[in-house]
């Protein structure tokens, strides 16, 4: 069972070769109407014809697998191979019916038949579909892997008579090997008994060794083409999907332009109302605080106690409150692309004097001692003094201010050792920063201490425009901080010269 095709056909070549020569052997003797009746040579004569008979039938079979072979070949669709199978199979064994069946695990189903004359629908067999643990016959081919002849179906044991289908009495069944797996099985029926030889199940055996290659390639086919049809509706779903997204990219993108352009223009609205009310409010709180001061003199005439202590106290809230419009101004003003910078040459050992005698008397009302520190290795600074005096005196304001009694505060001023930029350092013995309120220093009115109960007083901008008066001069700030022993500001500007200083005039930061 099983064997090679092409062992088979040179089997079947030799054999009609031999036949051959017999036959060539014979003609060289007389005619037959040239021998007596009862003459040994009439016997010969029969050997002769058989011979002949043989030769044509081995003839035949050589052909037909040569032709099944060029046909298996070239066809990949798996409907096609089996009915081409089952039509040379016809030419080797010459049944009454006939199909293929194919194995799924312990099912079997007919996937192409021939000869079923009496079944009207045949497209329905085709469907048919049975489980071999159930089916006598087909579960002993399935374990054996063995061709099995049924030279009677009268009286065998587990043959089932189809009412639908015309009596069968021969029968045999021929398994379609591959790789040692049984794919299949063909079966044929004949309606005389003892039809069906050994030789006959060799022929089929060598078709069924064709059959498992061709049927295997045809599987693999339909399977790739499967695949790839499935990949080609993944890919199309996906390009769909992909279309999609841009779609909805391109709209939320819409969106999002309008969203922005209504955003910039509220920041606009926003900003030049700041400006505005800046201004509209630094005029008439100039006016109270020259009148206030006027009062406080004495101009127009001597106050009581009670009443210079009333007009300090004027004066040092209207100065105050000035304080805060001008930071929204400066705020509003840096936001709106509208800060510009007066560069000029600074004098350091001024610049620090001014900045420490402006929080001298905060310092003073609570202890704590006021320290400068200047670098001789530098005197000048090419920036805007009066911008650079509102970073110092902000950062010693808030060390002051987060300084408890008693405390210390230093302004230290350095140049780095590749003198390309100045250190100006805030240090104090403060309440500190922690770790987690580090990234909110630079927000826009935030206070560390933000609350009902905060204990010091401010708008939160003093810190945010240090840091953004200081990146429009081309630098940077960084802190250091630990909770309860202080902190650390270093504000870090790059050393100019007024020709390289000439990116910083273009008013917009």
């Known amino acids: 069972m099983g064997s090679d095709p092409t062992a088979r056909e040179a089997e079947l070549c030799a054999e009609v070769a031999r036949l051959q020569a017999e036959i060539a052997e014979l003609r060289r003797m007389p005619p037959a109407a040239d021998l007596a009746p009862h003459d040994d040579h009439t016997e010969c004569r029969l050997q002769f014809e058989q011979l002949r008979e043989n030769e044509r039938r081995a003839r035949q079979i050589a052909e037909t697998f040569q032709h099944a072979s060029m046909a298996l070949i070239q066809s990949l669709?798996?409907?096609?191979?089996?009915?081409?199978?089952?039509?040379?199979?016809?030419?080797?064994?010459?049944?009454?019916?006939?199909?293929?069946?194919?194995?799924?695990?312990?099912?079997?189903?007919?996937?192409?038949?021939?000869?079923?004359?009496?079944?009207?629908?045949?497209?329905?067999?085709?469907?048919?579909?049975?489980?071999?643990?159930?089916?006598?016959?087909?579960?002993?081919?399935?374990?054996?892997?063995?061709?099995?002849?049924?030279?009677?179906?009268?009286?065998?044991?587990?043959w089932i008579e189809l009412a639908s289908v015309a009596e069968v009495r021969s029968w045999m069944g021929i398994p379609i090997m591959s790789h040692g797996e049984?794919?299949?099985?063909?079966?044929?029926?004949?309606?005389?008994?003892?039809?069906?030889?050994?030789?006959?199940?060799?022929?089929?055996?060598?078709?069924?060794?064709?059959a498992a290659a061709a049927i295997t390639n045809a599987q693999l086919y339909a399977q790739t083409q499967q695949e790839l049809a499935e990949r080609r509706r993944a890919e199309a779903?996906?390009?769909?999907?992909?279309?999609?997204?841009?779609?909805?990219?391109?709209?939320r993108t819409a969106d999002l332009r309008v969203a922005n352009a209504e955003l910039e223009r509220a920041s606009r609205l926003k900003d030049e109302f700041l400006a505005n009310m800046s201004?509209?409010?630094?005029?008439?709180?100039?006016?109270?605080?020259?009148?206030?001061?006027?009062?406080?003199?004495g101009i127009y005439g001597s106050l009581t106690e009670e009443q210079c202590d009333a007009m300090r106290s004027i004066v040092e809230s209207g100065r105050h409150l000035l304080t805060l419009i001008n930071d929204i101004l400066d705020l509003s003003k840096i936001e709106a692309g509208k800060f510009?910078?007066?560069?000029?040459?600074?004098?350091?050992?001024s610049l620090c004097q001014a900045s420490m005698h402006m929080v001298a008397q905060g310092a003073l009302k609570k202890e704590i001692t006021l320290?400068?520190?200047?670098?001789?290795?530098?005197d000048t600074i090419y920036a805007d003094e009066r911008r650079l005096k509102q970073i110092l005196v902000n950062l010693l304001s808030n060390a002051v201010k987060f300084t408890p009694v008693g405390g210390r505060v230093e302004l230290e001023v350095a140049i780095e050792p590749d003198l390309q930029s100045v250190l100006f350092t805030v240090i104090d013995t403060g309440i500190g920063i922690a770790e987690p309120d580090m990234v909110r220093l630079f927000q826009p009115f935030v206070q560390i201490d933000a609350g009902l109960a905060r204990q010091h007083d401010g708008t939160g901008l003093g810190l945010v425009l240090v840091q953004r008066i200081t990146e429009a001069h081309g630098g940077s700030v960084a802190v250091q901080s630990r909770v309860g022993e202080g902190s650390r500001f270093t504000v870090r500007l790059p050393c100019r010269c007024p020709n390289d200083a000439t990116s910083l005039h273009s008013g917009v930061y």
């Not at 779903?237 to 709209?251: F, K, M, N, T």
């Not at 509209?280 to 006027?294: D, S, V, W």
């Not at 510009?340 to 050992?349: K, N, S, T």
């Open 77 to 158: 669709d798996l409907n096609q191979v089996l009915e081409s199978l089952l039509d040379y199979l016809h030419k080797l064994v010459p049944y009454d019916s006939a199909n293929v069946m194919l194995r799924d695990g312990w099912i079997f189903q007919v996937y192409s038949l021939r000869g079923y004359t009496q079944l009207r629908h045949q497209e329905q067999v085709r469907m048919i579909r049975f489980d071999a643990r159930e089916h006598r016959i087909t579960r002993e081919i399935l374990e054996t892997h063995r061709s099995l002849i049924i030279r009677d179906t009268h009286g065998y044991p587990g």
């Open 182 to 210: 049984l794919l299949g099985i063909f079966s044929l029926n004949k309606a005389r008994p003892d039809f069906f030889t050994p030789d006959a199940a060799e022929l089929a055996e060598t078709l069924a060794t064709m």
């Open 237 to 251: 779903a996906l390009e769909a999907e992909r279309a999609q997204l841009a779609r909805r990219v391109e709209e």
């Open 279 to 297: 201004h509209e409010l630094r005029t008439p709180l100039n006016t109270i605080l020259g009148r206030a001061e006027i009062l406080a003199e």
């Open 340 to 349: 510009e910078l007066q560069l000029g040459l600074v004098d350091l050992a």
């Open 371 to 378: 320290h400068c520190t200047l670098d001789p290795m530098i």
